[in-house]
């Protein structure tokens, strides 16, 4: 399946994320596109500075028409849009104690979350950062707590490069604030009842492709 039209509307509500951004290895043809929430700094931190995969953008290079293959992590779409949730309030400034309390008494500002869902590159569907690839094409990991230990493995007996990229703690660490309001955003998710059909593609996606796991795991 090849994941198309999902973008045209990016520009317009974010800007902060380059568009297209990846880490791109020209010998093996293969690259690995930076999702934001999507274990973002452990992917930077493994195919940047440890790899050493140059910094690039597979659209303006045409890496898809030159035979370049993807790599991509995707997380569970509500959990990723709770901890987006959680980025976006810290990172604009919004008193994280004073944001709950507002959450907690005023009914509109739960209808306002509730409608516009997507604020930023940290909530805009998964799907959007993927245009053109094909999934069957494309090497898929599941954020989950042996992420490092999946991809090591990949990098290690798939693309031959001997790595120590286990060693690295896959799992960011938040903030007090950002971790406080993702579990109020994770205790009330029954609040916000459009998310499965905002992410309705993301779901769809995660739900349906294979993902890579180590032989070796149990």
């Known amino acids: 399946m090849k994941i198309e039209k999902t973008w045209q509307e990016y520009w317009k509500r974010h800007k902060n994320h380059p568009y297209g951004m990846c880490f791109a290895n020209d010998e093996l043809k293969k690259f690995y596109v930076n999702i934001p929430k999507n274990a973002t700094n452990w992917g930077k931190n493994a195919f940047d500075e440890n790899l050493e995969w140059r910094k690039t953008n597979y659209h303006n290079e045409k890496l898809l028409k030159q035979g370049y293959e993807a790599i991509v992590f995707l997380r569970d779409p509500l959990d990723r849009w709770c901890s987006g949730m959680a980025e976006y309030i810290s990172r604009y ?15 509109l500002a739960g209808e306002i979350i509730n409608t516009t ?37 990949y990098v290690r007996r798939v693309l ?35 998310l ?8 769809e996606l995660y739900d349906s492709v294979k993902y890579y796991i180590r032989e070796d795991k149990d």
Do not use: C
């Open 160 to 194: 031959g490069i001997e790595n120590n990229l286990q060693g690295i703690d896959s799992m960011y660490t938040t903030t007090s604030a950002k971790a406080m309001i993702k579990q109020w955003f994770q205790t009330n998710i029954g609040r916000f009842n459009k």
């Open 117 to 153: 869902i997507a604020f930023d590159e940290h909530t805009v569907e998964q799907v959007t950062f993927l245009e053109g690839l094909d999934t069957d094409k494309t090497t898929w990991f599941k954020v989950e707590p042996d992420l490092n230990q999946n991809v090591a493995d």
């Open 196 to 203: 499965e059909k905002h992410y309705e593609l993301d779901r």
């Open 93 to 107: 400034g919004y008193n994280t104690k004073t944001f709950i309390l507002q959450l907690e008494k005023q009914r």
